[in-house]
């Protein structure tokens, strides 16, 4: 249960898992929206597994926070083929503080759903690198 009294649908935690599988899809996105009357994180959309990760950055709103889980997969200095899943907190710098700190109250507990993935904060452009986001997992 988040602090900002923020939950996830149980259908992210199924999808997660369906991502898990790494046959599904490459990413999904998600959004915090009044469902019911109650604020809720909900899927926004998902991309196919051949979709890059620099058309996952051009789709996101450069307003707008989101929480993206990507199946990363990259290879290491020794050529070795790894595959992590990330949550991405994207929370633009100029986004209302309203949002982010709605987003960033949530991240713990939706992290906490989503077992085994790593934790990736982004502000800006920049922090998406893929070189950026290398750095961060490795």
């Known amino acids: ?6 939950m996830c649908t149980d259908e992210c935690t199924l999808l997660y898992d369906k991502l898990r599988l790494r046959q599904y899809c490459r990413y999904i996105i998600f959004n915090i929206e009044k469902v019911d009357g109650v604020e809720m994180i909900v899927k926004e959309r998902e991309g196919p597994r051949e979709e890059t990760w620099e058309q996952m950055v051009d789709s996101l709103p450069a307003y707008e926070p ?14 070795r083929k790894h595959a992590d899943l990330l949550l991405i907190t994207w929370t633009p710098d100029n986004c209302s503080v309203k949002q982010k ?3 960033s109250s949530s991240k713990k507990a ?11 904060d982004a502000f800006d452009a920049d922090d998406l690198r893929e070189d950026r986001v290398l750095e961060k997992i490795m």
């Open 1 to 6: 249960f988040a602090m900002s009294g923020i």
């Open 66 to 79: 989101r929480f993206i889980v990507y199946d990363f997969e990259y290879t290491d200095k020794e050529r």
């Open 110 to 120: 939706f992290h906490s759903k989503l077992v085994g993935s790593k934790i990736i």
């Open 101 to 103: 700190v709605m987003f």
